[in-house]
């Protein structure tokens, strides 16, 4: 695995950050959570994506949104969404991992706010489904990277 590094510089005395590289899961899921946390308080965000897993709450869809059902009651004016759990896992996990760093930097854990959040596509694992006749078929495993950066707000 290439040591990435963030892609966003943002330094400063009341910044923290967290990352995970090659995460499996779907890119397109985790590329609409990250769109959709970006801006929100850190617990907000926690205490909604366990409604996600809990299958209460969905995310709002706004871009890869074709031949998406509609949901009830998405935040803001949006219509399609879907319920990403196991990506939800993952982001919950990150996030917690964050309010940590921050704890250890020296920040308030219940301040803080999400300034950058980005999914980007990892490597892709491809390999061959064995099928009937002596054919195949190829599958490839996506994989993501994720990094959060909050900020502690007053």
């Known amino acids: 695995m290439a040591r990435i590094d963030y892609s966003n510089k ?3 005395d009341n910044v923290a950050r967290a990352k995970a590289n090659e995460l499996n899961m779907s890119p397109k899921h985790s590329i609409e959570i990250a ?4 801006n929100k308080k850190v617990n907000d965000v926690i205490a909604y994506l366990n409604d996600v897993v809990r299958l209460k709450k969905a995310v709002p ?3 890869f949104n074709r031949n998406v059902a509609h949901k009830r009651g998405l935040p803001g004016n949006w ?4 319920y990403p759990v196991k990506a939800s896992k ?3 996990r990150l996030l917690e991992s964050v309010k940590k760093n921050a704890e250890y930097v020296g920040l308030d854990p219940e301040n803080l706010e999400i300034i950058h959040a980005t999914a980007n596509r990892g490597r892709a694992q491809k390999a061959y489904f ?7 078929t ?3 495993r996506e994989s ?3 990094e959060i950066i909050v900020r502690e707000v007053a």
């Open 10 to 12: 943002t330094k400063g």
């Open 90 to 92: 993952e982001y919950i």
């Open 35 to 38: 769109g959709f946390i970006r």
């Open 130 to 136: 064995p099928r009937a006749m002596g054919r195949a």
């Open 144 to 146: 993501v990277n994720l």
């Open 79 to 82: 219509d399609a969404g879907r």
């Open 61 to 63: 869809f706004r871009y």
């Open 138 to 140: 190829p599958k490839v």
